[in-house]
């Protein structure tokens, strides 16, 4: 982004130099702006717009001044200024829209964005309006408008990391996470050191987990556990380590998973969801009772009614595998589930009838085998079968 603001500011300076490269503070103050020089050059700028306070293209770099040294407000004076005395320039368009977005002033910012002709733009400066107007109309509300917007810049700067992020993150507000994955991979990519670009992908990828379906399900959370380990192992913060833990949740990484939420709550005892999450790994490996363990921590650490439902719920089902009817009963009409109930209770009275009938079979396979006995008995003491 650094080398293309440079380069437009370049083009600008140029030919605006052609103009009056007479004057003796220009040149003085074109090269302290290519310079980075931002206090010489908005002497050297002021001096040209006391000279000439009606000409656009002192108010013009003056507000690029400002707008490089983060005053805003002030860019936004001699921008407008400029926009006021020669309003069909895109140049001071692009610029005071750019300074309405620094400012927090996004409807204005949409305002002036949306009047200029992308099509009279080189490419580059395209891909950076398109920046601009997706953060003014991401901060307005008009997301679509805003992803359509991120896409264009995106395709623009593909080398650009905070571009390719910003691209990823509205596609991931908007729903569209196959884009928002695409998009942010190429960030991280880009920006391979950068935590928040690596943290919003590793999200993006248990978002795609969660909604692939079928075969794939799998291989989509390992895909997101990898990229998660890597955002743990930069910092293990206890919302990072959550979202490993639930990566390998999805990628039936069990075992990982249960040590994984072992160390969140090592930095957040207090939180319910890391004892849900070890009950459920362990219910998936067959390990009730541990299930049953962490499952009524869970439920000692939150009042919410939502999440006691789905502790009561996972419970149900717990002891359900268990064959504790009378307790999975109990706790899937704590969780609302009297559907489950139900079912649990006809469960119980076929378990009853077939241990009734697994004794009956017991007690006539004893009576065989006694009668059995009796016989050799009797065959021993008369030396033959009884008639």
């Known amino acids: 982004m ?11 300076i140029l030919c605006l130099a052609s103009a009056v490269g007479a004057w003796a503070a220009w040149p003085e103050g074109v090269a302290a702006f290519k310079a980075g020089q931002w206090s010489k050059a908005e002497a050297e700028f002021k001096a040209i717009v006391e000279a000439q306070p009606e000409w656009p ?9 400002y707008l490089k040294q983060g005053k805003s407000a002030n860019a936004i004076t001699h921008l407008r200024k400029a926009y006021d005395l020669n309003s069909d320039d895109v140049n001071v ?33 395209q891909g ?32 650009d990391a905070s571009v390719q992020y910003q691209y990823g ?20 990519q880009l920006e391979p050191n950068d935590m928040t670009m690596m943290t919003a992908y590793a999200k993006a990828l248990n978002r795609q987990g969660r909604e692939t379906q079928g075969s794939s399900k799998q291989s989509a959370y390992v895909k997101a556990a990898d990229a998660a380990k890597k955002v743990v192992g930069r910092n293990a913060t206890f919302d990072n380590l ?17 040590s994984t939420f072992q160390q969140a709550l090592g930095k957040n005892s207090g939180d319910w ?18 299930a049953e363990t962490a499952l009524r921590q869970a439920l000692d650490k939150t009042s919410n009614a939502s999440n006691q439902t789905r502790i009561w719920r996972q419970l149900g089902f717990v002891y359900e595998k268990q064959q504790n009817f009378d307790e999975s009963i109990r706790a899937y009409r704590r969780a609302g589930d ?26 006539l396979r004893k009576l065989q085998e006694e009668q059995e006995r009796i016989k050799k008995e009797l065959e021993g003491l008369s030396g033959r079968p009884p008639r």
């Open 2 to 12: 650094r080398s293309l603001r440079t380069s437009i500011a370049l083009a600008a």
């Open 57 to 65: 293209g002192g108010h013009f770099m003056l507000g690029w001044t």
């Open 93 to 125: 368009q692009l610029r005071l829209g750019e300074a309405y977005v620094a400012a927090g002033r996004f409807n204005d910012a949409v305002a002036f964005l949306g009047k200029i002709n992308a099509a009279s733009l080189p490419r580059e400066l």
């Open 128 to 159: 950076f309006l398109a920046q601009l107007r997706g953060v003014a109309y991401t901060k307005t509300g008009q997301t679509d408008s805003a992803l359509a917007e991120f896409g264009r810049a995106a395709k623009a700067m593909p080398n």
């Open 169 to 188: 993150t509205a596609a991931y507000n908007a729903g569209e996470t196959s884009v928002a994955v695409a998009a942010l991979a190429r960030a991280s």
């Open 242 to 258: 959550m979202l490993l833990g639930e990566a390998q949740l999805g990628a039936k990484q069990y075992d990982g998973a249960v």
């Open 273 to 290: 969801l890391p004892s849900f999450y070890i009950g459920q790994a362990h219910t998936a490996t067959g390990k009730y009772g541990s």
């Open 338 to 363: 009297d559907a489950s109930a139900q079912r649990v209770s006809e469960n119980k009275e076929i378990s009853q009838y077939n241990k009734g009938v697994e004794q009956e079979a017991e007690q």
